[in-house]
C-alpha cells in the first residue's frame, strides 16, 4: 500500500511523524474519556494494560504507558447506579512513535496550572 500519495508532495517527514502522534494522542484521550471505572487497583491496571495493548497496534507506535491516577478516582457510589467514569484529570500517557528516520515523543497530561488535559510533543529527533 503506498500510502504517499495521498499526502500532499512536500509534506516533511517529520511533520508527518509529528501528523501521526496526533492521531495517536487523540485516539488514546478521546477513547478513554467517559469509560467507566472503578478504584479497585486491579481494574485500572486492566484498563491500563488494555488500552497500552491497543493503542501500540495502530501503525509506527513503538511504545504506549498509560498511567490512570489511582488517588483522582473517587469511589463513593452516591446511589446504586452511580459510577466513577475517566476524565482528563486522571490520565497520564505517553506514547513513542517512529516514523522512516524520525522518532517521536508525545504526552497526554492533566496540567494543574492550565486546568486541562494538555496533548503535546516532547521531543523529536533522527534516528
Known amino acids: 500500500m503506498d500510502e504517499e500519495n495521498y499526502f500532499c508532495e512536500d509534506l516533511s517527514e517529520r511533520e508527518r511523524a509529528a501528523f501521526e ?4 494522542l487523540g485516539t ?24 497500552e495493548a491497543a493503542i501500540s497496534c495502530q501503525p509506527y507506535v513503538k511504545n504506549v504507558k498509560i498511567e490512570i491516577l489511582k488517588d483522582k478516582i473517587i469511589g463513593k ?10 476524565d482528563g484529570s486522571v490520565i ?32 523529536i529527533e533522527k534516528i
Do not use: C, R
Not at 516514523?99 to 510533543?121: D, G, R, S
Open 77 to 86: 457510589k452516591k446511589h446504586e447506579f452511580d459510577y466513577d467514569e475517566i
Open 21 to 24: 502522534i496526533g492521531i495517536k
Open 28 to 51: 488514546l484521550y478521546h477513547t478513554l474519556i467517559g469509560l467507566p471505572i472503578s478504584s479497585d487497583p486491579k481494574i485500572i491496571e486492566s484498563i491500563e494494560n488494555g488500552f
Open 92 to 123: 497520564n500517557a505517553e506514547i513513542v512513535l517512529e516514523y522512516k528516520n524520525t522518532k517521536v515523543f508525545a504526552k497526554v497530561e492533566w496540567i494543574e496550572k492550565l486546568q486541562y488535559p494538555l496533548m503535546f510533543i516532547q521531543k
